[in-house]
């Protein structure tokens, strides 16, 4: 059963603020009950929920858009996805910026563009993963966080379970305020092949065993620092694992961070043996996400033709249409990166560029080291349009509200 177990704080002369800061205390670490072989009965709301996230989810994955490229919205879902999970921790970076920092070259990118790619990184490492025959085990997990945190500033906790206890919000010294201390570092790994064991099965709805692997995983909270990338990165190893999302990720995280809160209020509502309360929000969730991706696929298509229509309707096998093609997933491109995603020739790569910014398709940037690159950018416009609709909570988004969390400690 689930249950609290008391541990000892020892007393620490170093630490700031007053004597009660200093001094020897217990705390309470909550240790969650194994999930591998859990029995669910779902209320008829939540079954329902269930069904119709399901049901958009396949929708999404099983009718083809009119994008040209399959892989363009793949890639584009994907980082809409990322980014949206690093800003859920505090890692803001827009569409363009990401779009920049990969055009770079490494050694420029700021720290906030080397987490965020990491967490792209990740993301596809996640996908990868789900798509794999094979059943998982606890060190694939390992390498989704490994990936991860490669580029950060902690690149020594890289694909390691933590040795040492964690807390959520609080102070950066000690749990004594903490919001949530999850389990003792020495029942981590027991609980993490729990959970492996439970993204195996087969026997649940996969948005059910989505929400559960996640839900029990930020629970756990395994690692010094990344948990909630790499917790939200496993929904996508069970949504493709199980085959529902074969092609397209549905950005789940671009919901969740709409409403913070009652993301917040639906992983404590699952903890406090409320489980329904969590899946109703996860389900509700992850239908508007695929329902807006479809949507944004369409609207990729038509800013496409308009482009078509700009440049006077290049020919189907010409390097301009081939570039056309290719913008919604690389919407800032170099001659270098041109010549990777369109295999053409060097001269049809600058002449395909130069005809497109003539044409009003391209506008030229400078990226760091004076590199010369070009963006599309109607694209970022119709992206940001898409996530400040994602950003107003649907009406049916309801959870219980907790005071929000705060941030995790530096032991996290």
Not at 71 to 89: C, D, K, M, N, T
């Amino acid at each position: 059963m689930a249950r609290y177990e008391t541990r000892s704080w020892p007393a620490d002369p170093s630490a700031p603020g007053g004597k009660s800061e200093r001094r020897a205390f217990s705390y309470r670490a909550f240790v969650p009950d194994p999930i591998a072989d859990t029995q669910l009965a779902l209320p008829s709301s939540v079954a329902a929920a269930v069904s119709r996230a399901e049901r958009a989810v396949d929708a999404l994955n099983r009718d083809p858009p009119r994008l040209a490229s399959l892989e363009v919205l793949a890639r584009r879902l994907l980082r809409a996805e990322s980014l949206a999970s690093s800003r859920i921790e505090g890692l803001v970076l827009s569409q363009r910026r990401l779009a920049r920092a990969e055009a770079e070259e490494a050694d420029t990118r700021d720290e906030t563009a080397r987490s965020v790619l990491g967490n792209v990184a990740a993301m596809e490492h996640a996908v990868a993963l789900g798509a794999d025959a094979r059943p998982l085990r606890l060190r694939d997990l390992l390498e989704i966080h490994r990936l991860l945190m490669l580029e950060t500033t902690m690149p020594q906790i890289a694909g390691e379970l933590r040795h040492r206890q964690n807390w959520i919000g609080g102070n950066a010294y000690n749990p004594g305020r903490a919001d949530f201390v999850p389990p003792p570092p020495e029942r981590v790994k027991d609980l993490m092949n729990d959970l492996v064991a439970f993204m195996n099965r087969t026997d649940l709805p996969p948005v059910v065993q989505a929400a559960i692997a996640h839900a029990q995983f930020e629970t756990i909270h395994p690692f010094a620092d990344g948990n909630g990338r790499v917790g939200r990165a496993l929904v996508h190893v069970v949504l493709r694992q199980r085959g529902l999302a074969l092609r397209y990720v549905p950005p789940v995280s671009l919901v969740l961070a709409a409403d913070a809160k009652a993301y917040v209020a639906g992983l404590t509502a699952f903890r406090e043996e409320r489980p329904e309360a969590w899946m109703l929000l996860f389900a509700r969730a992850i239908e508007r996400a695929a329902a807006k991706a479809s949507e944004l696929a369409k609207r990729l298509a038509d800013l496409q033709e308009r482009w078509r229509d700009r440049a006077g309707r290049p020919r189907r096998h010409s390097s301009a249409e081939a570039l056309i093609i290719e913008l919604p997933a690389h919407p800032i491109v170099t001659v270098a990166t041109a010549l990777k995603v369109i295999g053409r020739s060097k001269q049809a790569v600058n002449e395909a560029i130069a005809f497109l910014a003539d044409k009003g398709v391209l506008h030229p940037i400078t990226l760091a080291k004076r590199n010369r690159a070009w963006e599309a950018r109607e694209l970022f416009d119709v992206i940001n349009d898409v996530e400040r609709e994602l950003a107003t909570p649907s009406d049916e988004d309801v959870s219980p509200r907790p005071a929000p969390r705060r941030k995790t400690s530096s032991r996290r």
